[in-house]
Nanobody, 121 residues
Framework: QLQLVESGGGLVQPGGSLRLSCVAS????????MSWARQAPGKGLEWVSG????????YYLDSVKGRFTISRDNAKNTVYLQMNNLKPEDTALYYC??????????????WGQGTLLTVSS
């Protein structure tokens, strides 16, 4: 069955960096676009970044452009989110999700269980 397992969250000071990972199984990873989304305490789910199946195109929420980088390794069925210059407002539970097709503009089939990032001094 489909599984998405995120890892890499933790406590980071403002200005710090962290890399999240998401290992996928149960579907043909190399055929599907992938996205990261986040949910801050008391708020709804917010899409953060997406990447096409072959990594040829990436997309970002305006507030993370220039700070976050999404990438993928299809040989490892893994998508990453490198986060630099972190801010307290980046604090959230981060989820990865697989799109039904090779476009980040389509629906997400499933989200993982999430990994928690806390940015605080």
């Amino acid at each position: 069955q489909l599984q998405l397992v995120e890892s890499g969250g933790g406590l980071v000071q403002p200005g710090g960096s962290l890399r999240l990972s998401c290992v996928a199984s149960g579907f043909t990873f190399s055929d599907k676009a992938m996205s990261w989304a986040r949910q801050a305490p008391g708020k709804g789910l917010e899409w953060v970044s997406g990447i096409k199946s072959d990594g040829s195109a990436t997309y970002y929420l305006d507030s993370v452009k220039g700070r976050f980088t999404i990438s993928r390794d299809n040989a490892k069925n893994t998508v990453y989110l490198q986060m630099n210059n972190l801010k307290p407002e980046d604090t959230a539970l981060y989820y990865c999700g697989n799109h039904n097709y090779d476009t980040v503009y389509g629906p997400v089939d499933a989200w993982g269980q999430g990994t928690l990032l806390t940015v605080s001094s």
